[in-house]
């Protein structure tokens, strides 16, 4: 199970990175969450599309470490991990590399699982590191 909810994950991340919010939507609950430091918000399939689609920025590669994977019941996931992301203004070459610390949650409907929540909270720099 955990290591099926890992790839799913993934499956998300590189979804974002292939700019395919068809496979992306297919991930998520509807309504889903997001909360990261421009606030929290509630959003539909044709709202994800729209941030997808339209969004200023875009991600454009990733790698996740350190992921735990904890089942409060048969039903839910909640996981966390650390990413690694670059993210870059939409139509330009250069982006910019963000260490993060997400989770998301996890929920099973029917026998497929999507994502209904997700955290993303910036790594804090180290006093004296540049």
């Given at each position: 199970?955990?290591?099926?909810?890992?790839?799913?994950?993934?499956?998300?991340?590189?979804?974002?990175?292939?700019?395919?919010?068809?496979?992306?939507?297919?991930?998520?609950?509807?309504?889903?969450?997001?909360?990261?430091?421009?606030?929290?918000?509630?959003f539909d399939h044709a709202g994800y599309r729209e941030m997808a689609e339209r969004g200023t920025m875009v991600v454009t590669a990733f790698e996740l470490t350190d992921v735990e994977v904890v089942f409060p019941n048969d039903a839910t996931a909640v996981m966390m991990y650390k990413v690694k992301q670059t993210v870059t203004p939409r139509g330009k070459r250069q982006g910019e590399t963000q260490d993060m610390i997400d989770s998301s949650t996890w929920v099973r409907q029917g026998a497929e699982w999507r994502c209904a929540m997700h955290t993303e909270t910036p790594v804090a720099a180290k006093a004296g590191s540049r």
């Open positions: 199970m955990r290591k099926t909810l890992i790839e799913l994950e993934t499956k998300f991340w590189q979804s974002m990175v292939d700019q395919d919010p068809d496979r992306a939507i297919a991930l998520l609950c509807e309504p889903a969450v997001m909360v990261s430091a421009h606030g929290a918000m509630t």
